[in-house]
């Protein structure tokens, strides 16, 4: 009898601890466009497909704000979640929303504000996003995408005044209040944070979401996230 409860009592260890992995992404397309992007952070679209059918054999999908609420309130963890997010509004996001709501799955959109009028961009002029006008029609076109901050620009916060950091935060959440699916979180460009500011997401109600591989995946305080691997 002692046995047998002792093996109950690690599987609802197991169970509580089981991790809520939440994978990021950037660009998915048929071709590696040298001249508009970055090898590190491109996936062919096949391999992409690939990835996310296996996960979907062994993990349920979810979204942000429900990952948040399990993290927040499971006593035990009967399931294995899995949560996607892209980084920076690449329009190359085309190739795979409309799949990805064909799969069910829901996708968070971690968004530079500044770069979604075709006018600015981060590095040079012929960098693709998507436009403010794209993100609306996938929006009504669904319920799996959901638009979140990266801030105004795609710039190193910890490199930042506090002044300079809250106008990242400001300007972008003035610009995303159009978008009916906008969620209170806050990516950081590259990960890079430090306790000043956490603390100036926590006076915005803004969860921090950082890039930091096997983290702590149990963390209700802030989401920590992995590359999706080719």
């Given at each position: 009898?002692?046995?047998?409860?002792?093996?109950?009592?690690?599987?609802?260890?197991?169970?509580?601890?089981?991790?809520?992995?939440?994978?990021?992404?950037?660009?998915?397309?048929?071709?590696?466009?040298?001249?508009?992007?970055?090898?590190?952070?491109?996936?062919?679209?096949?391999?992409?497909k690939k990835n996310i059918l296996m996960l979907k054999r062994s993990y349920t999908f979810i979204s942000l704000p429900e990952a948040t609420y399990h993290l927040k309130h499971d006593c035990f963890r009967l399931k294995r979640y899995v949560v996607l997010t892209a980084d920076d509004g690449w329009a190359s996001m085309k190739n795979i929303l409309p799949w990805l709501a064909e799969q069910n799955i829901s996708i968070a959109l971690f968004l530079n504000p500044s770069y979604l009028d075709g006018k600015h961009y981060r590095k040079r002029d012929s960098e693709k996003y998507l436009t403010y006008e794209e993100i609306d029609s996938f929006e009504r076109s669904g319920n799996n995408v959901s638009v979140a901050s990266h801030g105004w620009r795609h710039v190193n916060n910890t490199q930042l005044s506090s002044n300079e950091i809250k106008k990242e935060i400001e300007n972008a959440a003035k610009e995303l209040e159009r978008f009916h699916s906008v969620i209170p979180y806050y990516a950081y460009p590259w990960g890079r944070h430090n306790v000043t500011t956490d603390g100036l997401l926590k006076g915005y109600d803004l969860i921090p979401v950082l890039m930091d591989g096997q983290g702590?995946?149990?963390?209700?305080?802030?989401?920590?996230?992995?590359?999706?691997?080719k």
């Open positions: 009898m002692r046995r047998l409860l002792d093996k109950i009592n690690r599987r609802l260890i197991r169970m509580r601890f089981q991790p809520i992995r939440v994978f990021c992404f950037h660009q998915v397309s048929d071709e590696f466009e040298p001249d508009t992007m970055e090898l590190c952070d491109w996936m062919h679209t096949e391999v992409f702590n995946y149990n963390d209700p305080t802030m989401i920590h996230r992995e590359l999706l691997m």
